[in-house]
C-alpha cells in the first residue's frame, strides 16, 4: 500500500473533505502520499490535480533511499549530508530548517540521486551512488509519516487545543506543541520495545526472534533479494511493509490497470494475506471464569497502541456468542450483521479513537461541535480506549498526547479485560476479536460530506464492491462455563469424551488461533497438541 498511498480512494476521499474543511491543507497530505510530487513542487492545488502520472507511485525505492538523516553525527553520516543539512533554506525568518522532533512529513532528501541504505554495497556497485545510513534501520525514519500533527492549533496549558495564528507558521515546530493526529511513533517510542530488543519468540517472523524497531516487525530480515539489482543477502530486510490495511489494495486495482501499478492476481493475494496474519499476530486472548462471569482479557502483543495509525473509521472489537448444551445460540454480544456493515456496539468493547471540534471551532467553521471525521479541524480528543503497548505509563503517554481518554489503564498494564455475565442456560461461548479497517459510518461521512468530486462515491463504491471493509478475526477461543479449558464439545459441564479431543484436533487442522494453547504463543505445532492432552487427562475441576 505504501507503493500505492497516492492511489488509495479512501485516502483521496479523505483529503477531499480536508480541503474543503480548511483551504490548502491537502499539501500536508500529499508531502507523505507522493513525497516525489510535494518535493518537485506539484502539491499545489491542493487535491492533487497538478500531479503527474509519476507522481502516483506514492512512496518510491527511490524517495526512502535518497532521505537524509536529519541528526547529523560526526563520525557515522556520510560527509554529503551534513554539507546537505548546511545548505537547507530554513522554514521562515527566525525558525530552524530541521524540525525539533520528527514526523508531518519533515525530510531532508539528498538533491542528487545518492541512494542511502544499512549496507555496504562494495566497490563493485555501479547502478548508483550510494552511501551508509544507519538512518534506516531506525525507527525515527518511520516517524517521518507515521507521526502526524496538525499546526493550525496549539497546545494550552490544560491540554486542550486552541487556533494559532492564521496563515503563520507553528511558532515551535514541535509535534507536541500541535493537536495529535496519530501518534504511531511516539507509542513505539514511549514503549518498553524502543528499549529493547525484547524477545517475543519469532512472532512478527523473519530470523530474529527479539525485536525492538519498527523495521524488526514490519520489514522483518530474511535471506531474501531486497531489490532486483541485488544479490541475495543472508539478513535482508524484507520490504513488505506490513500493516493492518487488508482489502484497499483490491479497490486500487480495481481503479487503475494493472500494467500502471505493477499489480496482479499474486501480489495483491499476498498483501491482504501478510496484513490479516499481521492482525492475527498483534495479540493474543485469554478466557477465564469467575463464578458465572466469563472474563476476556485482550493482550497487545505489539509496539504500540492497539489499533494504531489513522484512527477515523478503525474499530477492534470483541464477539460473544453463548450457546446452550445442544449448541444453539442464546446469547450474543458485538454482533456484525455481513450484509449491511453494522455493528452492534451497545453491548460490548470496542477499542477506537474518537475525535472532533469544540465549540470555537464550530463557531468558525459551521460544523457541528462534538465527535466527528473533520480531521483537518478535530481539536478535541473524546474517546481513546485503545489498548497501550509494553512499558505504558500515563505520565509519559500524556506529554506524547497519547494518554487514554474516557477511559482507564494503570502504569504497565498492556491488556484489558471485559467481563460478560453469563446468560442462564448457557454451558459455552465462542469468543472472538475482530478488526475493521473503514467502518461503515466513516465512509458513508466520506461520501456525504463531499461537495467538490466524486472522490467519496468513488470510495464507497469500492468499499461495496469489495465487501464493505472486510473484518479480520484476529483471535477466536471456546470456553466451556465450567471452567474447564479441555471441555470444547457437548455435553458440555466438565464432561470430557474422545469429541472434546476431535474438537481440538479439527481447530488445531484450521490452524484456529483457539488451538494456540503452548509455548511459543503464535506458532501452532505439536506442543500444543501435547498441552491439550495434557489438559484433557488432568480432567475438569
Known amino acids: 500500500m505504501m507503493a500505492q498511498s497516492m492511489r488509495d480512494p479512501i485516502f483521496l476521499a479523505a483529503m477531499s473533505v480536508a480541503n474543503q474543511d480548511a483551504d490548502f491543507v491537502g499539501d500536508l497530505c ?23 502520472p509519476i ?6 525505492c527511490n524517495f526512502c533511499h535518497r532521505m537524509v538523516d536529519p541528526d547529523y553525527e560526526v563520525g557515522v553520516s556520510p560527509v554529503v549530508d551534513l554539507e546537505i543539512i548546511n545548505n537547507l533554506t530554513p522554514i521562515a525568518p527566525g525558525l530552524p530548517a530541521v524540525a525539533p522532533a520528527p514526523g508531518s512529513g519533515n525530510y531532508i532528501v539528498d538533491h542528487f540521486d545518492r541512494r542511502r541504505g544499512p549496507r555496504d554495497l562494495g566497490d563493485n556497485f555501479f547502478f548508483h551512488e550510494w552511501e551508509l545510513s544507519p538512518f534506516h534501520l531506525e525507527s525515527q525514519m518511520c516517524a517521518t509519516c507515521h507521526d502526524v500533527s496538525n499546526p493550525a492549533f496549539d497546545r494550552m496549558p490544560d491540554n486542550t487545543y486552541a487556533l494559532n495564528t492564521l496563515n503563520e507558521p507553528h511558532q515551535t515546530q514541535s509535534p507536541y506543541d500541535q493537536f495529535p493526529i496519530e501518534r504511531t511513533y511516539s507509542e513505539w517510542l514511549m514503549s518498553d520495545f524502543a528499549n529493547g530488543p525484547i524477545e517475543m ?117 470483541i464477539n460473544v456468542q453463548f450457546f446452550d448444551d445442544a449448541n444453539n445460540l442464546i446469547a450474543e454480544h458485538g454482533a456484525y450483521d455481513q450484509a449491511t456493515a453494522d455493528l452492534t456496539t451497545i453491548d460490548t468493547k470496542v477499542y477506537e479513537a474518537h475525535l472532533g471540534i469544540d465549540a470555537a471551532v464550530s463557531a468558525l467553521t459551521g460544523v457541528p461541535e462534538g465527535v466527528g471525521f473533520h480531521f483537518a479541524i478535530n481539536n478535541v480528543r473524546y474517546k481513546d480506549n485503545r489498548i497501550p503497548p509494553r512499558g505504558f505509563n500515563n505520565a509519559d503517554f500524556t506529554d506524547i498526547q497519547a494518554e487514554p ?31 475493521q479497517l473503514v467502518s461503515k459510518e466513516y465512509i458513508e461521512f466520506l461520501r456525504d460530506e463531499n461537495t467538490t468530486d466524486t472522490t467519496g462515491q468513488i470510495a ?4 461495496v464492491l469489495h465487501g464493505k471493509s472486510p473484518i479480520v478475526e484476529m483471535d477466536s477461543g471456546l470456553i466451556s462455563l465450567s471452567g474447564c479449558i479441555a471441555d470444547l464439545a457437548s455435553p458440555f459441564g466438565g464432561v470430557l469424551n474422545l469429541q472434546d479431543i476431535f474438537a481440538y484436533l479439527a481447530l488445531f487442522n484450521a490452524q484456529d488461533p483457539a488451538a494456540d494453547i503452548a509455548a511459543p504463543i503464535g506458532q501452532i505445532n505439536l506442543q500444543d497438541i501435547f498441552a491439550y492432552l495434557a489438559l484433557f487427562n488432568a480432567g475438569c475441576p
Not at 55 to 60: C, I, L, Q, R, Y
Not at 237 to 244: D, V, Y
Request: proline share 5%; aromatic share 10%; glycine share 8%.
Open 201 to 317: 519468540g519469532g512472532r512478527f517472523g523473519g530470523l530474529n526472534t527479539a525485536v525492538s524497531s519498527c523495521q524488526d516487525c514490519h520489514m522483518p530480515t530474511a535471506e531474501a533479494q531486497t531489490c532486483r539489482i541485488a544479490d541475495v543477502r543472508p539478513e535482508a530486510p524484507i520490504h513488505e511493509f506490513i500493516g493492518a490495511n487488508n482489502w484497499v489494495i483490491n479497490a486500487v486495482r480495481s481503479l487503475y490497470p494493472d500494467e500502471i501499478t505493477n499489480l496482479n492476481d499474486q501480489n495483491t493475494a499476498a498483501t491482504v494475506a501478510r496484513a490479516e496474519s499481521m492482525l492475527a499476530r498483534a495479540s493474543d486472548m485469554e478466557l477465564t471464569m469467575n463464578g458465572t462471569d466469563l472474563n476476556v482479557r485482550i493482550i497487545n502483543q505489539t509496539g504500540h497502541k492497539l489499533p494504531t495509525g489513522y484512527p477515523e473509521g478503525r474499530q477492534m472489537w
Open 460 to 463: 464507497y463504491d469500492q468499499w
Open 55 to 60: 507522481d502516483f507511485e506514492g512512496v518510491s
Open 30 to 52: 500529499l508531502r507523505c502520499h507522493t513525497p516525489g510530487g510535494w518535493l518537485a513542487g506539484r502539491s499545489t492545488p491542493t487535491d492533487g490535480s497538478a500531479l503527474q
Open 405 to 435: 481518554v474516557a477511559y482507564t489503564y494503570a502504569d504497565g498494564q498492556y491488556w484489558d479485560d471485559t467481563v460478560y455475565a453469563s446468560p442462564k442456560g448457557a454451558t459455552n461461548a465462542q469468543v472472538r476479536v475482530y478488526f
